[in-house]
């Protein structure tokens, strides 16, 4: 991923930013756009809901895997997922960065081209509305998202009930498979399986299920850490155990089976496909609880709500530990 012409630094700020804004698109609910102090943004519920999340090179990402589109891209892609977790409408986005002295204008632009096109993929009726550009050793890259409730309640972590169902929109452990296989010194690995490196680079979040899920789910999250330790955090939240089935897995196992074993066969660990499903995190599928008879189209059951019990998450009937992502000590 090479990029060339001048750094963002040797334009000025105020020229690199004009240039990168300009692949921005207003929408309706933006009022007052990028260039003045705050971006003013129309509602018509007196509530809305905001989330924020962070990028940090060499952690959460590496340049050399990267492309500045991948980057932008999955920066919005991450936190819409949010705002649709609580059942809400992404209608604007702030993005606040740090980046290198030497970072190329070219690169700058085709982030803010990931920007949008997520936007324009994943939430049409989000924009892009500002943010901040400062100088560091390393790129850093926030976001924060507003979305709109439109009258409705936001649906919590805190609301799954004993007799719910238990569902995903999405897919589960492509993210995780799709990292293996970049991180992987046989290179050819991940161009034999471009559609689990996608979704690691560009995640897609079922960004309209989740907005219409608002109408029965009683509880839901985004599933950014990976299943066992997200499913974990909502059953723990609503005070109840939850049980997956493990046959209702089966599907999401069976499109990362050949991949595991190609990278099995060209290393000195076994990979596993279930334990990409369970633990492998950064798909950003939704998971949620419903009424047993009021499962929205696009989420498929892989499980059931149970009275608190013994564990708060379990795979047919025995205890799942949760394990995942951590941000801090991953």
Not at 55 to 64: A, L, P, S, T
Not at 257 to 282: C, F, I, P
Request: charge should be negative; include cysteine.
């Amino acid at each position: 991923m090479n990029y060339s012409g001048p750094t963002v630094f040797e334009l000025g700020e105020i020229a690199a930013l004009k240039l990168a804004v300009a692949k921005f698109v207003p929408v309706d609910t933006t009022l007052v756009g990028s260039g003045d102090d705050a971006a003013v943004i129309q509602v018509t519920d007196g509530r809305f809901v905001v989330t924020t999340d962070s990028m940090v090179e060499n952690h959460d990402f590496r340049h050399e895997l990267s492309s500045g589109f991948d980057l932008g891209f999955k920066a919005v892609a991450s936190n819409v997922a949010d705002v649709a977790a609580m059942g809400a409408k992404p209608i604007a986005i702030v993005v606040a960065m740090v980046i290198p002295g030497d970072t190329k204008q070219s690169w700058l632009e085709d982030f803010a081209r990931g920007l949008q096109a997520a936007c324009t993929q994943l939430a049409p009726e989000c924009a892009i509305v500002g943010g901040d550009l400062a100088s560091g050793s390393e790129t850093v890259i926030v976001v924060t998202a507003h979305g709109h409730l439109a009258g409705k309640n936001p649906i919590l972590r805190s609301g799954a009930k004993a007799g719910d169902i238990l569902a995903v929109a999405g897919t589960l452990g492509r993210a995780a498979c799709g990292l293996d296989l970049l991180l992987h010194e046989d290179s050819t690995l991940a161009d034999s399986y471009p559609e689990h490196v996608e979704v690691q680079l560009r995640p897609t979040p079922p960004v309209l299920a989740g907005i219409a899920a608002a109408d029965s789910a009683t509880a839901m999250l985004d599933l950014s850490d990976g299943l066992s330790l997200d499913a974990t955090r909502l059953a723990m939240a609503s005070g109840v155990s939850l049980n997956l089935t493990g046959q209702r897995l089966f599907g999401f196992e069976a499109v990362l089976e050949l991949a595991a074993q190609s990278l099995s066969s060209k290393s000195d660990r076994t990979y596993s496909e279930r334990d990409w499903v369970l633990h492998g995190g950064e798909d950003h599928s939704l998971l949620a609880t419903f009424p047993a008879d009021q499962i929205p189209v696009g989420f498929r059951v892989i499980g059931e709500v149970l009275e608190a019990g013994s564990y708060p998450l379990m795979l047919d009937g025995v205890e799942l530990p949760a394990k995942g992502w951590d941000s801090i000590s991953s």
